[in-house]
């Protein structure tokens, strides 16, 4: 047990170890102290007048055509669909080398044989999300919503890529915020103040390979712990996303769409959650520690379950402090406050991971524009 608990905290504690200066960035770009940092209305993404056109735009398209829908039901649908889209764009480059490039697909499947099905069946789920909401807004008036003028950025050159295809997201240069991983371990919740270290530091790193790697080679290993990480880290921020947005919608319609699709996130969070923990450690030969993560002991049949919090089968999510820390613990999804799981937050935490790297100001503009208009929407809105 002694072992056990010193290797989890050489573990927990890489952020302070690591000789790497570039672990320092890890904790900066955690979600809450990127927020805190640079504030939504200070970020230096955003040209104040093309903000203000932006929503502009989005406002005047909102009082029209929206029969059936409220203004801020239609913003809310509005922005979840561009979340989708981007959704499915990094999904597609994921599943396009899970299915068709052999040595990322068998460094996934050190995660577990699965991962490549997996993939696959969540990028199947976030096409139908796209879809299904640009469709639900068509049949109530509205536009739907395309990021295609923003599909610029260049695609890997490995085997299973579509080489020439251009994309919305960049995979390439990720900064992958894993605090999830003890918040979801912990008693403590954000939307009461707390905060969470990282339980791996992964610091722009690829999530895909860009040129074709070595079969069972550490580079490849890596890329797919990242990736493995990745994935987990994507859809519980959509699970807090659609859960902060359930309370503003005014429509039973827009309630049981929001609920409904929300579900599907956190069933994509949970199986991401559960093969996270099966990452490999990786040596220190690629230039970059991926540690041995904290396993549980083997169950025995006497009676008592010898998991830690902090295991890595301990995927469901512990009792936390939920709406009054006098009320008792609960099992719930984390953070579901506008101000940290909202849509400005998601692009916020979005932008951090890197995953918007090389897009434009015409990009930010749009879906900030999109993300305050979703975050102002109320069951007084309209
Ligand atoms: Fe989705
Ligand atoms: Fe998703």
């Not at 009082?63 to 509005?78: C, E, I, K, Q």
């Not at 080679?217 to 890329?223: K, V």
Request: hydrophobic share 40%; glycine share 8%; aromatic share 8%.
């Amino acid at each position: 047990m002694l072992r056990k608990l010193e290797r989890k905290n050489s573990v927990l504690n890489t952020e302070r170890k690591a000789p790497n200066p570039s672990s320092i960035k890890a904790s900066q770009f955690g979600r809450r102290s990127f927020i805190k940092r640079i504030g939504w209305g200070g970020t230096a993404l955003l040209p104040a007048a093309g903000l203000l056109a932006s929503r502009a735009v989005t406002r005047a398209n909102a009082s029209h055509g929206h029969a059936g829908l409220p203004r801020g039901d239609a913003a809310l649908l509005r922005f979840l669909a561009a979340i989708e889209i981007l959704e499915t764009d990094l999904w597609q480059q994921y599943n396009e080398l899970a299915l068709g490039n052999e040595a990322f697909q068998t460094a996934l499947a050190v995660l577990d044989g699965d991962m490549p099905s997996y993939v696959n069946q969540n990028t199947r789920d976030e096409f139908s999300h796209q879809d299904f909401l640009n469709a639900y807004l068509m049949s109530k008036g509205q536009r739907p919503v395309s990021l295609e003028a923003f599909r610029t950025l260049p695609s890997s050159q490995a085997t299973g890529a579509n080489k020439s295809a251009k994309r919305l997201t960049n995979l390439t240069n990720l900064t992958v915020d894993t605090s999830w991983y003890t918040r979801y371990r912990s008693t403590g919740n954000p939307d009461f103040g707390d905060s969470f270290p990282q339980i791996v530091n992964l610091v722009d790193l690829p999530g895909i390979p860009s040129t074709d790697l070595a079969v069972n080679s550490d580079a490849i290993q890596l890329i797919a712990n990242t990736a493995g990480f990745h994935f987990a880290t994507v859809e519980q921020g959509g699970s807090s996303l659609y859960d902060s947005f359930l309370p503003k919608a005014n429509g039973p319609e827009v309630i049981k769409i929001i609920a409904a699709i929300g579900g599907t996130e956190i069933q994509h969070f949970e199986v991401w959650q559960d093969k996270a923990g099966n990452a490999p450690p990786v040596p220190l030969a690629t230039g970059t520690l991926f540690p041995d993560l904290p396993h549980s002991p083997d169950q025995l049949p006497n009676g008592i379950d010898p998991a830690d919090p902090i295991d890595t089968n301990q995927i469901m999510p512990r009792p936390c402090k939920f709406i009054s820390p006098h009320l008792p613990l609960c099992s719930v999804i984390r953070p579901t406050s506008t101000q940290q799981a909202g849509a400005k937050a998601t692009i916020l935490f979005f932008t951090a991971m890197g995953l918007f790297q090389g897009q434009s100001n015409q990009f930010f503009d749009f879906v900030s524009a999109l993300a305050e208009e979703a975050d102002e929407a109320g069951r007084n809105f309209d």
